[in-house]
Every structure is written in structure tokens, then in C-alpha cells.
């Protein structure tokens, strides 16, 4: 009877603890897992970051829709002036260049700097600041420091950013008696569709598709009574040669982008 009772309560106390192991080891589990969950909730947040300028950049909004696809080949481009290429041979001179962009830029452009500025500025100031930037960028790309530069001898004009060439277009130029004036001067006038009055005949031939003018009128000489400048021309078989009364004459698309390039006061030197 007494061996009985003694295997009883070793049973007891076998069961007791077994219990209590039990209860600690659910704890254990259960205190684990939590933690688990924690940890992979933690990474699951996402993670902010900075907003990036995906501005594009505009290249004027006086270029007609069927002509758009000439501008962005055009864009597209690149190709190198007489001032950096002597041994590239023939070149056709009724294609206007555009030099590669891409061939100009530093390791820090202050465009990268900007960008980098942003990621440290509060989300709420973020839209405000990159209108901003966009506009000065715009801006910049319009009125920059640019000056144009005029070959008679190589029937070109050349559209210089500091000391990089950033566009040329093939011109017509001035004949015998009507020679281009040379010198340094600064675009004073500027118009769409011009009317254009004969300096003989005073015959007036208004603005159209078939105007002498073109659709662009941008003056950088004067005599009080002419005018001398870049216009357009219907006739593109003439670039190249020496045929108007002084002016430059240009293709209307060429003349649109660079009507776009340059402002009232822009300097354009004429040189032999």
C-alpha cells in the first residue's frame, strides 16, 4: 500500500513538471516568434526615397507638328564644324549640324549638383523646387550666354555656347554690289511672318509659304531704311551660293530653331 502511494506521487510530480515544461517552452515559442514578426514587419516598410528631376527639356514652340520629326533627327545628330574637324573630308553644306550634347558635358554638371541638393529637402518642398528648376533650366537653354557667328566663306552660320558649337546651318549670303556687311553686331528685331518690300522695285510681297522672308525675320543691321538679317526662304536651292541683296538666307526650319537660339541683343559676327 505504501510502495502504491510513493509511485503515485512520483507520478504526480512527473505530470506537475512535465506541465510547467510545457508552459515555459509555449512562452519561449510564442516570445520567438514575436519577435520574428517584428523584425520582418520592419523590413517589409518601404523605404523613401528621393524624388529625381524627370524634367525634359523644350526645344521651342513655334516649330510646326509636320516638321518636328526634322528637328529631333536634326537633334539627333552630331557632327563636328570646320573649327574642329580638318580631316573628315567633303561635307554636304545644305545640312544644318547640331554637335552631340552628350560630348560636352563634365563629371559634375551643376544640373547633377542640383539634383543631388533635392534629396535632402523636406517632400512638401519638392514640386516648388522643381518648377523652379525646370523654368531656370528652360530659360537658360533660350537666353544663355550664346553668340552667333557668321562664314561667308563658308556659307555657314554657327551658333556658339561660350566656346562650343552647339548648332550650324547652311545660308545663302549676300552677291556682288550686295555684299554682307562684316563686323560685330546684335540682333535688334525679331518677327514671325514677315513682309518683305523689294529695294529696287518697292514691290511689297506679303507673308505667306511663298514670301521671300520665310516666316522668320531676325535683323542684326541697319541703316535707318534697310535692313540686314537671317531669314527663311522658299527656295533651298540657293544655299550655298551668293545670291541675295545682303541678307542670309536660310530654310524655314533651320530658321524656327534658330529663331528659338537667340534674343533681342544676342551679338553675331559676320567674317569673311
Not at 506537475?16 to 508552459?23: N, R, V
Amino acid at each position: 500500500m505504501i510502495r502504491n502511494v510513493t509511485v503515485t506521487r512520483i507520478i504526480m510530480w512527473l505530470c506537475f513538471g512535465t506541465a510547467i515544461l510545457s508552459l515555459a517552452v509555449h512562452w519561449r515559442v510564442m516570445s520567438t516568434g514575436q519577435q520574428f514578426e517584428a523584425l520582418a514587419s520592419n523590413q517589409n516598410q518601404p523605404k523613401k526615397l528621393p524624388q529625381k528631376d524627370l524634367g525634359a527639356t523644350a526645344f521651342g514652340a513655334s516649330v510646326l507638328p509636320d516638321e518636328s520629326t526634322q528637328r529631333t533627327s536634326r537633334s539627333n545628330k552630331s557632327s563636328t564644324t570646320k573649327f574642329h574637324n580638318t580631316n573628315s573630308g567633303a561635307v554636304n553644306k545644305n545640312v544644318a549640324r547640331a554637335t552631340d550634347g552628350s560630348q560636352n558635358t563634365r563629371l559634375i554638371s551643376p544640373e547633377q549638383k542640383k539634383n543631388s541638393l533635392l534629396s535632402f529637402l523636406p517632400q512638401s518642398f519638392l514640386p516648388q523646387v522643381l518648377a523652379q528648376q525646370e523654368s531656370s533650366n528652360s530659360s537658360q537653354w533660350k537666353t544663355g550666354d550664346k553668340h552667333v557667328l557668321v562664314d561667308l566663306s563658308d556659307r555657314r552660320a554657327y551658333v556658339y555656347r561660350s566656346d562650343v558649337v552647339i548648332a550650324s546651318y547652311p545660308i545663302a549670303v549676300g552677291k556682288k554690289g550686295w555684299d554682307t556687311p562684316t563686323g560685330s553686331f546684335q540682333v535688334h528685331h525679331m518677327q514671325h511672318n514677315p513682309v518683305w518690300r523689294h529695294p529696287i522695285t518697292n514691290k511689297v510681297f506679303a507673308a505667306g509659304p511663298d514670301s521671300p522672308l520665310g516666316d522668320r525675320w531676325i535683323g542684326f543691321w541697319s541703316d535707318g531704311h534697310n535692313e540686314i538679317g537671317f531669314h527663311g526662304t522658299p527656295d533651298t536651292n540657293v544655299l550655298g551660293t551668293a545670291i541675295s541683296h545682303g541678307c542670309l538666307r536660310m530654310r524655314n526650319p533651320d530658321v524656327r530653331l534658330l529663331y528659338e537660339q537667340v534674343k533681342v541683343g544676342t551679338s553675331v559676327i559676320v567674317q569673311d
